[in-house]
């Protein structure tokens, strides 16, 4: 079972900037690494996804141009870089390991133990 750790959550004011990470180990099948969100009140969203085979990445629509997921060159570690953070993306902050980015992981999958993002005013 991959092992994930994420950190680089906080609070910051709107219009910043953040780095999450999430360090993995343990990988088997697992192709995609993904972030995820789970805003106050709200049900979790993807957010974006990288495939390890190709780095081919997706990103929801309404972080598109404003986050990039990357990962580290020896693929332990991917990045959720965000600007231009909004009130909205106010959340905690996942990482999961599953089999592909044009699917949704489910609990089944590995996931870390999530980090808070808060964007204040």
């Known amino acids: 079972e991959v092992q994930l750790v994420e950190s680089g959550g906080g609070l910051v004011q709107a219009g910043g900037s953040l780095t999450l990470s999430c360090t993995a180990s343990g990988f088997t099948d697992e192709n995609a690494i993904g972030w995820f969100r789970k805003p106050p009140r709200s049900q979790q969203e993807g957010v974006a996804c990288?495939?390890?085979?190709?780095?081919?990445?997706y990103y929801a629509d309404d972080v598109k141009g404003r986050f990039t997921i990357s990962t580290d060159n020896a693929k332990n570690t991917v990045f959720l870089q965000m600007t231009s953070l909004k009130i909205g993306d106010t959340a905690i902050y996942y990482c999961?390991?599953?089999?592909?980015?044009?699917?949704?992981?489910?609990?089944?999958?590995?996931w870390g133990q999530g980090t808070p993002v808060t964007v204040s005013s």
């Open positions: 990288l495939s390890r085979s190709d780095g081919s990445t």
């Open positions: 999961a390991a599953f089999y592909s980015c044009k699917t949704y992981p489910t609990s089944a999958d590995s």
